[in-house]
T-cell receptor
Framework: AQSVTQLGSHVSVSEGALVLLRCNYS??????LFWYVQYPNQGLQLLLK??????LVKGINGFEAEFKKSETSFHLTKPSAHMSDAAEYFC???????????FGSGTRLQVQP | NAGVTQTPKFQVLKTGQSMTLQCAQD?????MYWYRQDPGMGLRLIYY???????DKGEVPNGYNVSRLNKREFSLRLESAAPSQTSVYFC?????????????FGPGTRLTVL
């Protein structure tokens, strides 16, 4: 079985501050991990994904995430928040041999001016 | 290159009515998916099609049927809509059904069942 927990359904940061969105997963086999972003009234767009090539993964728009097997975590970070980063962010897991993504419940990021 | 398109964008149904949600992709992807998104629950898989001619149930298939019409199109049908099916529905596609494949999402259909 696989599951994803995103801590914090809402996160608010000031423009220019560090963004940290938390994701913990459980999987009985080595996982593939994804971060998707959803802007208002739009579909989901891939930010980055971990496929075991490197533990630090860089994505679009300055975001990155680090896979930590010992902590079963895949937290998303960005050094300096921009107003355009305001959106909902979803972490998802897919295990080898499985065809479906399992999504977390999402974290809504608010960026204050 | 439109990616994944969905029609309609919005729909209001009465309990017991039926409707079909349409999805098409122009990326020559083999696999297609239907998800529903409910507040506080993320996305949940309804059905998927690993390749043309095959469909499989996901996490929440009850009350739905699907048709993989051809490689491009994957439709979702509600035979007798219920208020519990009020949700936002997303179609997605991926090059294959591999576990590491990126899924590409359409803009969604917002469905309200009264």
């Amino acid at each position: 079985a696989q599951s994803v927990t995103q801590l914090g359904s809402h996160v608010s940061v000031s423009e220019g501050a560090l963004v940290l969105l938390r994701c913990n997963y459980s999987s009985s086999v080595p996982p593939y991990l994804f971060w998707y972003v959803q802007y208002p009234n739009q579909g989901l767009q891939l930010l980055l994904k971990y496929t075991s090539a490197a533990t630090l993964v860089k994505g679009i728009n300055g975001f990155e995430a680090e896979f930590k097997k010992s902590e079963t975590s895949f937290h998303l970070t960005k050094p300096s928040a921009h107003m355009s980063d305001a959106a909902e962010y979803f972490c998802a897991v897919s295990a080898a041999g499985r065809r479906a993504l399992t999504f977390g419940s999402g974290t809504r990021l608010q960026v204050q001016p | 290159n439109a990616g994944v398109t969905q029609t309609p964008k919005f729909q209001v149904l009465k309990t017991g009515q039926s409707m079909t949600l349409q999805c098409a992709q122009d990326m020559n992807h083999n696999s297609m998916y239907w998800y529903r998104q409910d507040p506080g629950m993320g996305l949940r898989l309804i059905y998927y099609s690993a390749s043309e001619g095959t469909t499989d149930k996901g996490e929440v298939p009850n009350g739905y049927n699907v048709s993989r019409l051809n490689k491009r199109e994957f439709s979702l049908r509600l035979e007798s809509a219920a208020p519990s099916q009020t949700s936002v529905y997303f179609c997605a596609s991926s090059p294959s059904s591999g576990s590491s494949d990126t899924q590409y999402f359409g803009p969604g259909t917002r469905l309200t069942v009264l």
